[in-house]
């Protein structure tokens, strides 16, 4: 009973074990990587409405985190962190600039983010690596930062660490 406790407690506040679907975050985590993610690293979670308790960081542009499901995706999803705001994000020749440094956009992203685009205070716009495959804030817009889960720490394959992506 003390072990089932123990897992329980650990699952909900301190690490969470996923398997990554999708090629979304293709080269860098494949389909079917094991990822361990630190639910602690911006803060604690009430383990009752899953809401930030206590918040003692934020994520940064490169790091690659959780997300909970949204009103427009039905999963939690691993992707990565492009910006945080309050900030502006510059589109341009079909390039998404930011602090996360620059990515490609579809030609459908690029006329919605035409020119500059204002992301809010509590708002994150994220990515996946592989932009051709991943359903992301290019096409639903940028999410809560409370549906951020944690941050991703390792998965088979490597450290996830935080990193300019420039595509």
């Given at each position: 009973m003390?072990?089932?406790?123990?897992?329980?407690?650990?699952?909900?506040?301190?690490?969470?074990?996923?398997?990554?679907?999708?090629?979304?975050?293709?080269?860098?985590?494949?389909?079917?990587?094991v990822?361990?993610?630190?639910?602690y690293?911006?803060?604690?979670?009430?383990?009752?409405?899953?809401?930030?308790?206590?918040?003692?960081?934020?994520?940064?542009?490169?790091?690659?985190?959780?997300?909970?499901?949204?009103?427009?995706?039905?999963?939690?999803?691993?992707?990565?962190?492009?910006?945080?705001?309050?900030?502006?994000?510059?589109?341009?020749?079909?390039?998404?600039?930011?602090?996360?440094?620059?990515?490609?956009?579809?030609?459908?992203?690029?006329?919605?983010?035409?020119?500059?685009?204002?992301?809010?205070?509590?708002?994150?716009?994220?990515?996946?690596?592989?932009?051709?495959?991943?359903?992301?804030?290019?096409?639903?817009?940028?999410?809560?930062?409370?549906?951020?889960?944690?941050?991703?720490?390792?998965?088979?394959?490597?450290?996830?660490?935080?990193?300019?992506?420039?595509?």
């Amino acid at each position: 009973m003390t072990a089932i406790l123990v897992a329980l407690l650990v699952k909900t506040f301190a690490v969470d074990l996923v398997i990554v679907r999708g090629d979304s975050m293709s080269p860098t985590i494949r389909a079917g990587t094991v990822a361990l993610v630190a639910r602690y690293a911006y803060g604690i979670r009430s383990p009752i409405s899953g809401n930030l308790a206590l918040r003692w960081a934020e994520p940064k542009p490169g790091e690659i985190v959780l997300v909970a499901p949204t009103d427009k995706v039905s999963r939690r999803a691993v992707k990565r962190v492009f910006e945080l705001g309050p900030a502006y994000l510059k589109s341009e020749a079909g390039i998404l600039l930011g602090r996360g440094g620059s990515i490609k956009l579809e030609p459908t992203s690029s006329s919605r983010l035409a020119g500059f685009s204002y992301l809010p205070a509590g708002r994150v716009f994220i990515v996946g690596d592989n932009g051709s495959r991943s359903f992301d804030s290019r096409d639903y817009g940028s999410v809560p930062i409370e549906k951020i889960i944690g941050k991703v720490l390792l998965y088979s394959g490597g450290l996830a660490g935080s990193v300019e992506k420039s595509h």
